[in-house]
T-cell receptor, first 115, second 114 residues
Framework: AQTVTQSQPEMSVQEAETVTLSCTYD???????LFWYKQPPSRQMILVIR??????QNATENRFSVNFQKAAKSFSLKISDSQLGDTAMYFC????????????FGQGTRLTINP | NAGVTQTPKFQVLKTGQSMTLQCAQD?????MYWYRQDPGMGLRLIYY???????DKGEVPNGYNVSRLNKREFSLRLESAAPSQTSVYFC?????????????FGPGTRLTVL
């Protein structure tokens, strides 16, 4: 079975700063995807970024980028030039490539961006 | 498109009561999912339906039943609610039956069991 661990329950930074959220996972599989989801106070789950395990290049989406270390089973999210709208819970998630993509989520990190 | 819709948004039940949470998607997605979110924990998969006509158990299926009514709708039923089922319930859907297609989530249902 797969597990996902987010060791930072809460983080807080000033607007425009860069922040990195940590995620580690455990699996014996080799073909999988990793995701970061954002959950603002509205409760809506929003996909931020995804990474295919077979790709060596780290994924980027505008101000969001990941540092994917497959051997270390680490998948951190970097938010550059943070904005007030980035305030949210952030969840790391794991899904196998084969099958129905049953996502396994971490516990979440509550990120607050201060003005 | 409305995306993924869930009804109701809020519900309070007494222990032992039953209810059905409704979920519908208008994106012609094949796969649908039910998750629960408890405080201090991430989402956990209750049941999923990889395609119309099929359903399978997830990580925490006990106390729940599901019905994939058609391609659009996937309902979650609590036959005899217990306080341990107090949670926020999310429905999600995805186009593909495998691969990395994004899961789209509904707005959630906050359920309290007294």
């Amino acid at each position: 079975a797969q597990t996902v661990t987010q060791s930072q329950p809460e983080m807080s930074v000033q607007e425009a700063e860069t922040v990195t959220l940590s995620c580690t996972y455990d699996t014996s599989e080799s073909n999988y995807y990793l995701f970061w989801y954002k959950q603002p106070p509205s409760r809506q789950m929003i996909l931020v970024i995804r990474q295919e395990a077979y790709k060596q290049q780290n994924a980027t989406e505008n101000r969001f980028s990941v540092n994917f270390q497959k051997a270390a089973k680490s998948f951190s999210l970097k938010i550059s030039d943070s904005q007030l709208g980035d305030t949210a819970m952030y969840f790391c998630a794991f899904g196998l490539i084969q099958g129905a993509q049953k996502l396994v989520f971490g516990q979440g990190t509550r990120l607050t961006i201060n003005p | 498109n409305a995306g993924v819709t869930q009804t109701p948004k809020f519900q309070v039940l007494k222990t032992g009561q039953s209810m059905t949470l409704q979920c519908a998607q208008d994106m012609n997605h094949n796969s649908m999912y039910w998750y629960r979110q408890d405080p201090g924990m991430g989402l956990r998969l209750i049941y999923y339906s990889a395609s119309e006509g099929t359903t399978d158990k997830g990580e925490v299926p006990n106390g729940y039943n599901v019905s994939r009514l058609n391609k659009r709708e996937f309902s979650l039923r609590l036959e005899s609610a217990a306080p341990s089922q107090t949670s926020v319930y999310f429905c999600a859907s995805r186009y593909g039956t495998s691969g990395n297609n994004e899961q789209f989530f509904g707005p959630g249902t906050r359920l309290t069991v007294l």
